[in-house]
């Protein structure tokens, strides 16, 4: 069984920081890209930020310059979130796109999401 572990949300002010990890809890064979959703009232979910193995990155475009996402080299990956703003706040959700092998040998493709984190940026 494979999940996802997510940290690292809170309170913050308008202007502030925070810093959400999310770590793939489970044996896997590979994992491929990671990434950060977002769920907001206003939008919906919508996509905030991608890595991939080779480290190339995108960003929603309400985000560039502000986040950063990266990843180690085992398997947790990061989002740094700078200069927030109110319209930030959401539920944020880590995926992964991971290969495992199953009790039966097989090996197997699937993309486990966290239970999701709460970013509440307000004064």
């Known amino acids: 069984q494979v999940q996802l572990v997510e940290s690292g949300g809170g309170l913050v002010q308008p202007g502030g920081s925070l810093r959400l990890s999310c770590m793939v809890d489970?044996?896997?064979?590979?994992?491929?890209?990671m990434g950060w959703y977002r769920q907001t009232p206003g939008k919906g979910q919508e996509l905030v930020a991608m890595?991939?193995?080779?480290?190339?990155t995108n960003y929603a475009y309400s985000v560039k310059g502000r986040f950063t996402i990266s990843r180690d080299h085992a398997k947790t990956v990061f989002l740094q979130m700078d200069s927030l703003k109110p319209e930030d706040t959401g539920v944020y959700l880590c995926?992964?796109?991971?290969?495992?092998?199953?009790?039966?040998?097989?090996?197997?493709?699937?993309?486990?999401w966290g239970k999701g984190t709460r970013v509440t940026v307000s004064s």
């Open positions: 890595i991939n193995t080779d480290g190339s």
């Open positions: 995926y992964a796109n991971v290969l495992f092998v199953n009790p039966h040998g097989e090996f197997v493709a699937m993309k486990p």
């Open positions: 489970g044996k896997t064979s590979r994992i491929d890209d």
